[in-house]
């Protein structure tokens, strides 16, 4: 027998569900007529993947948890939007370098301009001082 099928105690052992359980999705498999489950001699076997799928659980026998799902999605959706506020912040901070170097460049020219004010006229101080 193919390894991805159990027999019912397999099954129950596998899914901690009842014995009733299992033959009802053995029933729903035989009534969907596909070859999910298997009858040979007196033992039922059950396709393994259809058996988690239907119980809605993890292959390693946990239950799927609606909210856990949820949180994943919520998890991913934020570090996506970190990510993007990353770029933002990034490119925020080019153009605040931008700025400080136009703005050293503006000091620059401004002090250059009142250095040169200032040497063809002295100040007020230095004309009455006589300096």
Do not use: C, Y
């Amino acid at each position: 027998m193919n390894e991805n099928f159990l027999t019912i105690k397999q099954a129950v052992t596998l899914t901690s569900r009842s014995e009733a359980t299992i033959r009802r999705i053995i029933k729903k498999a035989i009534n969907m007529k596909s070859k999910k489950a298997i009858k040979e001699g007196s033992l039922w076997f059950i396709d393994k993947d259809f058996l988690l799928e239907q119980l809605k659980l993890k292959p390693n026998g946990q239950e799927i948890d609606k909210t856990e799902l949820r949180d994943d999605l919520t998890i991913q959706a934020l570090i996506k939007q970190l990510e993007i506020k990353d770029q933002q912040i990034e490119e925020l901070n080019k153009r605040l370098s931008e700025a400080n170097i136009l703005h050293k460049q503006l000091q620059d020219h401004l002090f250059e301009k009142t250095k040169q004010i200032t040497e063809k006229k002295p100040n007020i101080f230095r004309r009455f001082l006589g300096k």
